[in-house]
DNA sequence: GAGTAAATGCGAATAATTTGCAAAAGGCGG
DNA sequence: CCGCCTTTTGCAAATTATTCGCATTTACTC
C-alpha cells in the first residue's frame, strides 16, 4: 500500500471526511521532501488544476495535526511549515532564513544518546523537536 | 554590579542609547523569572506608570535580539517570547507533559559539533531551538 | 548648552491565520 | 443508485501579532 494510502486510511479511521481537498494536501505533503508552509500547499495543489482556497488548506492542517498525521514545525521564521508524521523515519531541518529553504539535518540528537546520557533521571522520552536556523550557502554571501 | 547595569551597560558598549524605555523593558525582563511576550512588557511597564508604545516595545527586543542579548524563545503558540541571555549560559529543556514542569537538559546539539558536522555546507547558524518532551520520573510510573 | 543622529510615538499597513455562514459534498442507510 | 444528514468547503470579512513611515523628541558628543 502507498505511502498515500496510508494517510487516506488514517483519515477515514479517524471518522474524518476524505474529501478531494484533503486527499490533495495529503498528496502535496507526501511528495515533498521538505516542510511545507500552507501558502504552499495551496499553490502546489492550484497548479495541479485542483480548486481549493487557502482557508481549507489551514483547516486540514489543522485537522491532521491534531490528529497525529502531521508536525507542525519552522515556527521561528513568522510562519507554520507542516510535515506527515511517517513511521519510524523521522528528520530534523535546517531552515534558511533568507530564501525560506529547508534542508535534512543529518542527526538527531536523541537517537544518539541512551536516555540516562540525555537526561538527569530516567524519564520516559516521547517527542523531542529539534531545529537549526540560518543562512544556506546561497544566502549567507 | 547589578544584572539590570550589566544589560544597561551592554547596551552603551555596543553604541545604542541608553533610553528610558530601553531600561524599563530590561528591568522587566530582568525581574521576570520567565519569557515574556511584547505585550506582556507592554503591561508591565504600563503599570509602573512609565509610559511606553507597543510598537517601541517591539523594536527595543528586536534590539536586544541582534545584540545577543536577549533570546526569541516558544514561538510555538503564534507568539514570541523573549527572555535575557545571562551569561554565556544557554539552556535546552525536557518538559513533562504529566506534570508539566521543565528541566534543563545537560547537552546541546548544536554546540558539540563543528558547522561541517552539523550540515550539509557551511550554512550560517543563528539560532536553533532543541526540546524534549516526555515523562520525568513521577510521572513515568 | 547646542547640534545631530538615533529613538520614540502614533497611526496606518502587513502578513499569517481564523471565523461565520451559506452552499456543496462525503458516506451512511435503504 | 438515491436521498438524507452532517461534515467540509468557499468566500469574504475579522483577528492577531508585528512592522513601517514619518514627524517629533531625546540621548549623547563636543
Same mark, same amino acid.
Given at each position: 500500500?502507498?505511502?498515500?494510502?496510508? %494517510?487516506?486510511?488514517?483519515?477515514?479511521?479517524?471518522?474524518?471526511?476524505?474529501?478531494?481537498?484533503?486527499? #490533495?494536501?495529503? +498528496?502535496?505533503?507526501?511528495?515533498?521532501?521538505?516542510?511545507?508552509?500552507?501558502? +504552499?500547499?495551496?499553490?502546489?495543489?492550484?497548479?495541479?488544476?485542483?480548486?481549493?482556497?487557502?482557508? $481549507?488548506?489551514?483547516?486540514? &492542517? +489543522? $485537522? &491532521?495535526?491534531?490528529?497525529? &498525521?502531521?508536525?507542525?514545525?519552522?515556527?521561528?521564521?513568522?510562519? #507554520?511549515?507542516? $510535515?506527515?508524521?511517517?513511521?519510524?523515519?523521522? &528528520?530534523?531541518?535546517?531552515?534558511?532564513?533568507?530564501?525560506?529553504?529547508?534542508?535534512?539535518?543529518?542527526?538527531?540528537?536523541?537517537?544518539?544518546?541512551?536516555?540516562? +546520557?540525555?537526561?538527569?533521571?530516567? %524519564?520516559?522520552?516521547?517527542?523531542?523537536?529539534?531545529?537549526?536556523?540560518?543562512?544556506?550557502?546561497?544566502?549567507?554571501?
Amino acid at each position: 500500500m502507498s505511502v498515500r494510502n496510508i %494517510f487516506y486510511r488514517s483519515i477515514k479511521s479517524r471518522g474524518l471526511r476524505l474529501t478531494a481537498q484533503r486527499k #490533495a494536501v495529503i +498528496d502535496c505533503l507526501v511528495a515533498s521532501k521538505k516542510p511545507l508552509s500552507a501558502e +504552499d500547499i495551496y499553490l502546489h495543489v492550484q497548479r495541479r488544476g485542483l480548486g481549493i482556497n487557502l482557508a $481549507t488548506v489551514y483547516r486540514t &492542517l +489543522d $485537522t &491532521l495535526v491534531e490528529s497525529g &498525521l502531521a508536525e507542525r514545525v519552522g515556527m521561528e521564521l513568522h510562519r #507554520a511549515y507542516y $510535515t506527515l508524521c511517517r513511521g519510524r523515519k523521522h &528528520l530534523h531541518h535546517f531552515f534558511c532564513k533568507g530564501c525560506g529553504n529547508s534542508y535534512d539535518l543529518p542527526h538527531c540528537p536523541v537517537k544518539e544518546r541512551t536516555t540516562e +546520557d540525555l537526561i538527569p533521571e530516567a %524519564f520516559t522520552v516521547t517527542s523531542h523537536r529539534y531545529e537549526v536556523y540560518g543562512y544556506c550557502g546561497k544566502c549567507s554571501s
